[in-house]
């Protein structure tokens, strides 16, 4: 813009209201070339103008103004200029940027024309692809024809094409039966006919309905229709677009159950409202407060109650202080958005004691004082018992004995309990965030525990049992159970675990399974060494047998040569054994300095298990890993045999039970030590038999010639008639009859005799004598035969017995299966074992069988008198076969109610182990004389020997059996025990199991730190 200052005025601006005129226009030339430099050329004519009228008035003003209104008469003059110069240049400078700017306008109406038309083409595009994302479709529908007319569009949204639906027009009844669902078709109706029936020229209407889509699905679409009429106002045509809305219904309907189901879950959550008005003390409650406090608004009396009221009724008194301290509060506060929560108990309208959580907040006045106070009340009654349980649950994982440890899903440990270090030595802070392949003993293959995660994340239950690492690098048994945790819709939140230390029960089981183990190895012994006839090769197989069953360092044994009271050696288990048994390796019995000679002195077990700190034990350099050493006695009829020694590598090797065991052993040993002895005896018998042969071949034919029915052995043959002999002396031979003896081992049992012969004499007595020698070996086969028979079935009956009883290992199987096989042989009226306890001197007959009816459990007796009871005294068999009843009366014998005082014949043969008289076998008959021999005799005590062992090794196999039931039972008891977790719960579970174990009538348990005084009391 161009400004335009008259030359006055500037002369007056720059000179002052004061500056006289002369001065003033002697400035002048200043004043115009400042107006052409500052101003256009335009500016400085209209300037040069006014100044040059301003010059022609001035006379004037000089002489018709006063002198001191000159200037003021010129700057009025010169402000005029400056206004239409101003004036002027204002409209010059509007005027160029009016055309200026419609200049630029042109142009950008140019351009936004060009811009408008792109995006009229841009909207176009979009608008259809919009249209195509809303699924909206246009139809028509002629009311005149009752048609519909499609396009593409609508078949698009309705998921079908024209070639399918045959064309773009379709009937009203078409289009129902189409697309329209049937239980809607009523709605579509209703809106038709409001089109049909309004005289709105202008009506519309929008309905939602489901349809069938062209794909079969069942959807939800929005009709929204418009209509046209003709001139007298009858709807001829309705344009309409359907959208498919199925997504938002989905969502809506959703939402309808995701409303219903949080109005549900206000209903579950048992909130209740109240108000109180301080300036009243009154409390207003509704029926959900009710509901939840479990009254009525009629059991209350109303819907409105004072503070008092409903402290007493509803408050628990001991909490009343805590709902009394929250009320000042929301008194004395200056907050007036105050808030606070509290949870008290409370006593609902049915009488239970219950939990709640009361919330509110207040309004003030305008004051700030408290007026209202607005809350709800939560009943929290289950998630206080649920936090009490869960405490509980708490306390039960802190105290337990076993380890509880916790994972998310990945298997990362969130919760370890006290016993978790205490079991694995692992700190908390060492675990949490751990895996449990902390623990990993690096025992159980991988497969194991993909198999175990696999079951885990399925909600399987996996218990057993496996080995775990401890931090110290111990491995640990344990029993597992792994469990998911779970929330209340079955969701896994994590795992949980819980581990059982089972050392000392392993410990256990290996022991009791080592014990069994350690029998059945003494029983193959038993059975194994019966079969060994020769002394020293049984010793050895036992040694070497004993030290690898057992999984001995070494065995050897001992034999007591009782004439030079040494101990030598007979046996000993691999080089060792056999190099000493070589060397001679012999202890004198009263040597000191020795585990073996104090077992043969003392006739008990002896154990070094630290053989360094053994004053009396002797070391061999043979041996020089021995570091426990156990021997005990070989035993019978309490005689020292010899000793067995066995050895370790270990301390602390052997135990008491050891002791026992190798006892066992050792008696089963001496059993066959001693009859194997006895069977060299026989051999040594048999060979002085030998040369006794022809005296008992005599002895034996005159036996068997002179018994009744064999007196009259010998026959004639005479005419081709065989004739029986009699009683005749024997035939001598004359020129007609030839004699041929019939000679056995030297001994002459019988003759041949031939009379007048037609065979020349050397011809016959060849014959002769060949038929007397085959005669009389048969004649004796025959007779061995019959003997042999008896002696076989005797043979028979031992080993029938004896397989019986190394099949048994209870003692009343055993008794019965002796006595029935004993009575079956014998055919004897009364057999019975009767069992003899040495604690007690009690006499017990578990079983007989009186002439033929078995009789079980006979009363029990005291050992005294009778003749049972003599056996078992003197430890001597009794035989009597005639006088019975004189014999008896001799032997100081008083009859019993187990044995018939008028028995003819009796037999009866002690038990006899190492440890002592464990028993007696009796065979009676008490209809006849003479009915038993020595032989019978004989064969009952072999028969009673192997009886009485076998009741024996039962008797231990019971006791350890019984102590080994017992130690599980002690443990079991103990372990759960241990599990409880208070001192009630550890009483209870004590005392509870201690009757169950007990089988007592009743068990007591108190805690008292008093003496009662019960005198009549037992302490076991």
């Known amino acids: ?45 209209i300037a040069l103008g006014f100044n040059v009228l301003g010059i022609i008035l001035l006379p004037f003003v000089v002489s018709y103004v006063a002198p001191s209104d000159i200037m003021s008469a010129a700057g009025v003059i010169s402000t005029f200029g400056v206004l239409l110069i101003v004036v002027s240049s204002v409209r010059n400078s509007v005027e160029a940027l009016r055309l200026a700017e419609l200049s630029k306008a042109n142009q950008e109406l140019l351009a936004l024309r060009d811009s408008l038309e792109e995006r009229v083409q841009e909207r176009s595009a ?55 669902y049937p ?67 989905n969502v809506e309907l959703a939402l309808i159950s995701k409303e219903a189901q949080l109005s549900e879950a206000l209903r579950i959550a048992r909130l209740g409202n109240w108000e109180y008005d301080f300036r009243k003390d009154e409390f207003t409650f509704n029926d959900d407060f009710y509901t939840m406090m479990r009254t009525t608004v009629e059991r209350e009396g109303g819907y409105t109650m004072n503070a008092a009221q409903y402290t007493q009724r509803f408050v628990y008194p001991e909490d009343a202080a805590v709902v009394g301290v929250e009320i000042g509060k929301s008194i004395e506060t200056t907050d007036p958005n105050f808030s606070t929560e509290v949870d008290h108990r409370v006593i609902f309208g049915d009488g239970e004691i219950g939990f709640i959580t009361v919330r509110f907040r207040i309004e003030k006045d305008a004051q700030g004082r408290t007026i209202k106070s607005i809350g709800a009340n939560q009943d929290i009654t289950e998630k206080k018992k649920a ?18 440890f916790m994972t998310d899903l990945d298997g990362k440990i969130e919760y370890a309990n006290p016993a978790f270090e205490k079991t694995y030595g692992y700190s908390a802070e060492e675990t949490l965030g751990q895996t449990p392949r902390l623990l990993k003993s690096g025992l159980i293959p991988v497969e194991q525990y993909t198999h175990f995660w696999n079951a885990l994340q399925q909600n399987q239950v996996i218990a057993g049992e496996i080995i775990n690492k401890h931090k110290d690098g111990r491995l640990l048994p344990v029993e597992a159970i792994n469990t998911s945790i779970l929330d209340t819709s079955g969701n896994q939140l994590g795992y949980m675990a819980t581990h059982r230390d089972i050392t000392a029960r392993k410990k256990a089981e290996e022991t009791l399974a080592k014990r069994a183990a350690e029998l059945e190895t003494v029983t193959q012994l038993a059975t194994a060494i019966s079969a060994i ?41 691999g080089t060792a054994g056999q190099t000493m048994v070589a060397r001679g390796h012999a202890i004198p019995l009263a040597r000191e300095q020795s585990l073996v000679a104090r077992a043969a002195r003392t006739r008990q077990g002896v154990l070094a298990n630290d053989v360094t700190q053994t004053p009396d034990f002797l070391p061999n350099p043979l041996l020089p890993e021995t570091r426990s050493e156990l021997a005990v006695p070989l035993l019978v009829r309490d005689e020292v045999l010899g000793v067995l020694d ?61 018994e009744t029915e064999r007196n009259r052995l010998g026959f004639s043959f005479e005419g081709n008639r065989l004739t029986p002999l009699q009683d005749l002396p024997p035939a001598l031979e004359t020129k007609q009859t030839f004699v041929q003896p019939v000679v056995l081992r030297g001994e002459r049992i019988g003759q041949l005799v031939a009379t007048e012969a037609a065979l020349e004499e050397e011809e016959l007595r060849f014959v002769l004598s060949a038929v007397s020698q085959g005669l009389s070996a048969h004649l004796e086969n025959l007779r061995l035969t019959e003997e042999s028979e008896r002696r076989v079935d005797e043979l028979r009956l031992v080993n029938e017995i004896g397989q019986a009883l190394t099949s048994e290992v209870e003692i009343l199987p055993i008794i019965v299966t002796v006595i029935n096989t004993i009575n079956q042989a014998f055919r004897s009226n009364l057999t019975y074992i009767a069992l003899f306890d040495p604690d007690t001197e009690m006499i017990e007959i578990p079983y007989m069988l009186d002439h033929q009816i078995p009789i079980f459990e006979e009363p029990s007796m005291p050992l005294g008198d009778g003749i049972t009871s003599m056996i078992i ?38 038990l006899l182990t190492g440890e002592g008289v464990v028993g007696v076998l009796s065979v009676q008959d008490v209809e006849h004389e003479g009915r038993f021999t020595q ?45 409880a977790t208070t001192v009630q719960n550890a009483l209870r579970t004590a005392i509870q199991e201690l009757g169950l174990a007990l089988k007592a009538k009743k068990t007591v348990v108190k805690l008292t730190t008093q003496t009662p005084e019960q005198p009549n009391t037992r302490t076991p």
């Not at 979009?126 to 519909?148: H, M, P, Q």
């Open 1 to 45: 813009m161009t400004f335009s200052l008259s030359l006055t005025a500037f002369l007056t601006i720059i000179g002052g209201t004061n500056t006289p005129a002369s001065t003033l226009y002697s400035s002048l030339p200043i004043a115009l070339l400042l107006a052409s430099a500052l101003f256009s050329i335009r500016g400085l004519i």
């Open 126 to 180: 979009s608008l259809s692809e919009t249209l195509r994302i809303a699924r909206l479709g246009n139809w028509e529908f002629d009311f005149t024809k009752g048609e519909f007319t499609f396009n593409d569009d609508f078949y698009a949204v309705m998921r079908t094409t024209a070639e399918r639906e045959g064309g773009y027009k379709m009937s009203a009844a078409q289009y129902a039966e189409r697309f329209v």
């Open 183 to 249: 239980e809607d078709a009523p709605i579509v109706g209703i809106e038709m006919g409001k089109s049909i029936e309004t005289t709105d020229p202008n009506f519309t209407t929008e309905v939602s309905h489901r349809v069938f889509f062209g794909d079969g699905q069942v959807g939800y679409v929005t009709v929204r229709v418009r209509i046209q009429k003709d001139a007298e106002g009858r709807t001829v045509k309705s344009f309409g677009a359907n959208q498919d809305i199925t997504v938002q219904k």
């Open 387 to 404: 936090e009490s349980e869960l405490r509980k649950f708490q306390l039960a994982l802190e105290r337990s004995t076993d380890a509880v």
């Open 533 to 573: 006839p020769n002394p020293l090769e049984m010793l050895e197989y036992v040694s070497n047998l004993t030290k690898e069953r057992f999984g001995f360092y070494h065995a050897h044994v001992y034999l007591l040569d009782p004439e030079d009271s040494m101990l030598e050696l007979a046996a000993g288990a």
């Open 646 to 706: 066995v050895q370790s590598t270990q301390v602390n090797a052997f135990t008491t039970e050891d002791i026992r065991v190798q006892t066992i052993l050792a008696a089963q040993i001496a059993v066959a030590l001693e009859n194997t002895r006895a069977n060299e005896k026989t051999a040594q018998t048999l060979a002085e038999l030998d040369t006794l042969t022809r005296r008992l071949t005599h002895e034996g034919w005159q036996t068997y010639l002179t």
């Open 873 to 910: 005294k003197t430890r001597r068999r009794i035989f009597i076969n005639q006088d019975a009843e004189r014999r008896l009366q001799d032997l100081g014998a008083i009859p019993t109610a187990t044995q018939n005082a008028m028995a003819k014949s009796f037999i009866g043969i002690p």
């Open 935 to 979: 032989g019978d005799v004989d064969l009952l005590t072999t028969i009673a020997a192997n009886v009485a062992v076998a009741i024996q090794n039962a008797r231990l196999y019971a006791q350890a059996h019984k102590r080994a039931q017992r130690e599980a039972r002690v443990n079991l008891i103990g372990q759960k025990i241990q599990s």
